[in-house]
């Protein structure tokens, strides 16, 4: 779904995570333990369904295919530009958007009607982006000067919009909300200031990252790091900035300051990378598996859901304490899994 990908870090305490999980079909987990019996009838029950087709979704395909049969493993994918070729052969691929979840039913409901069920499920689904609760977009990305690396829709537009800088502000934003790889606002940024230097532009840029938070980065050691590179490189931040408007046709960005409610900023670019707000998937708002904020509620130590022993989570859609800024404190944190996919790079 993203323009990169990295592979899972598999060090530490995520290891024993993501083992803990890959295990299934030759360990117990809780009091359940996958079978490889006969199949079911196809496309209505399964014995493990995965939810997303992502890279977390894709592994975890991958692996229980392995397990259990290709022919026991379904997984749910639409749209993103996902072709059929990086799903593992014989596993089932489901074309349809998950409208609901019933997990006391062991069950999940399609867009086209369907009802399948399940004996193990996981869940992948990642994170949703949502351009729309910022005024002006997703409709200002038709205007040039402006782009996201977060989508594949408009991740080009940003490198046009490096291209064509001539002179003035270039802003950089990161949202009021969790995101997914929590670095990814800022190395775009970078990326972008080491862009104008090798092309003459640096003198010309006005380089402006406006971030919602407090601090550049949750952790001392590196943010300290950071602060020098931003000294050395005369960028400049501002805390507790948050993007509400862009009036594209104007080229400005209109923020919020988070400390003062109400109190507001225009800034006029030559060139603006949005950041977009980001939440759980609308389908897991308000389902069973989700706690009181949308995320999949499940056990830090093992990855099984707190209430379905037969439902697990992976990911960016999961309460795990990954110390993004989903977290209390709200500070951001080294990047997770995948980068910021900007073309200088």
Same mark, same amino acid.
């Given at each position: 779904?993203? *323009?990169?990908?990295?592979?899972?870090?598999?060090?530490?305490?995520?290891?024993?995570?993501? +083992?803990?999980l890959?295990?299934?079909?030759?360990?117990?987990?809780?009091?359940?333990?996958?079978?490889?019996?006969a199949?079911? =009838?196809?496309?209505?029950?399964?014995?493990?369904?995965?939810?997303?087709?992502?890279?977390?979704?894709?592994?975890?395909?991958?692996?229980?295919?392995?397990?259990?049969? +290709?022919?026991n493993? =379904?997984?749910t994918l639409?749209?993103?530009?996902?072709?059929q070729?990086?799903?593992?052969s014989?596993?089932?691929?489901?074309?349809?958007?998950?409208?609901?979840?019933n997990? !006391?039913?062991?069950?999940?409901?399609?867009?086209?009607?369907?009802e399948?069920?399940?004996?193990?499920?996981?869940?992948a *689904?990642?994170?949703?982006?949502d351009?729309?609760?910022?005024?002006?977009?997703?409709?200002?990305?038709?205007?040039?000067k402006?782009?996201?690396?977060?989508?594949?829709?408009?991740?080009?537009?940003?490198?046009k919009?490096l291209?064509?800088?001539?002179?003035?502000?270039?802003?950089?934003?990161?949202?009021?909300?969790?995101?997914?790889?929590?670095g990814?606002?800022?190395?775009?940024?970078?990326l972008?200031?080491?862009?104008?230097?090798?092309t003459?532009?640096?003198?010309k840029?006005?380089?402006?990252?406006?971030?919602?938070?407090? +601090?550049?980065?949750?952790?001392?050691?590196?943010?300290?790091?950071?602060?020098?590179?931003?000294?050395?490189?005369?960028?400049t931040?501002?805390?507790?900035?948050?993007?509400?408007?862009?009036?594209?046709?104007?080229?400005?960005?209109?923020?919020?300051?988070?400390?003062?409610?109400?109190?507001?900023?225009?800034?006029?670019?030559?060139?603006?990378?949005?950041?977009?707000?980001?939440?759980?998937? !609308?389908?897991?708002?308000?389902?069973?598996?989700?706690? +009181?904020?949308?995320?999949? #509620?499940? #056990?830090?130590?093992?990855?099984?859901?707190?209430r379905y022993?037969?439902?697990?989570?992976?990911?960016?859609?999961?309460?795990?304490?990954?110390?993004?800024?989903?977290?209390? =404190?709200?500070?951001?944190?080294?990047?997770?899994r995948?980068?910021s996919?900007?073309?200088?790079?």
């Amino acid at each position: 779904k993203r *323009l990169l990908a990295s592979k899972p870090n598999l060090s530490g305490p995520r290891a024993q995570l993501f +083992a803990c999980l890959l295990r299934l079909g030759t360990q117990q987990v809780s009091p359940l333990q996958l079978h490889t019996g006969a199949s079911h =009838a196809a496309r209505n029950h399964y014995e493990v369904l995965v939810l997303g087709g992502g890279s977390g979704g894709i592994t975890m395909v991958a692996r229980m295919k392995r397990k259990v049969g +290709a022919e026991n493993v =379904a997984v749910t994918l639409v749209g993103a530009g996902a072709k059929q070729l990086v799903i593992p052969s014989g596993v089932e691929w489901i074309k349809a958007r998950v409208v609901e979840l019933n997990p !006391d039913k062991s069950c999940i409901h399609t867009d086209n009607g369907k009802e399948i069920s399940y004996q193990y499920l996981i869940i992948a *689904l990642g994170i949703q982006l949502d351009y729309e609760k910022i005024k002006g977009l997703p409709e200002g990305f038709a205007h040039p000067k402006i782009g996201s690396n977060y989508s594949v829709k408009t991740v080009e537009k940003t490198w046009k919009a490096l291209q064509d800088f001539k002179e003035g502000n270039a802003v950089f934003t990161f949202p009021n909300t969790p995101v997914e790889c929590a670095g990814a606002p800022q190395k775009i940024m970078y990326l972008s200031e080491a862009y104008f230097r090798e092309t003459g532009k640096r003198s010309k840029a006005n380089i402006i990252f406006n971030t919602s938070l407090g +601090a550049i980065f949750g952790v001392k050691k590196y943010a300290d790091a950071l602060q020098e590179i931003i000294r050395e490189r005369n960028l400049t931040v501002n805390y507790k900035q948050n993007l509400i408007e862009v009036r594209a046709n104007k080229q400005e960005a209109v923020f919020e300051n988070l400390d003062k409610p109400g109190e507001t900023q225009v800034i006029s670019y030559e060139m603006l990378h949005v950041s977009p707000p980001m939440s759980p998937p !609308d389908v897991l708002k308000t389902s069973p598996v989700a706690d +009181a904020a949308g995320w999949v #509620d499940v #056990d830090k130590e093992t990855l099984q859901h707190k209430r379905y022993p037969n439902v697990f989570g992976i990911g960016d859609c999961t309460n795990l304490p990954t110390c993004t800024p989903r977290c209390p =404190a709200r500070s951001p944190s080294p990047p997770r899994r995948r980068a910021s996919a900007g073309s200088p790079a």
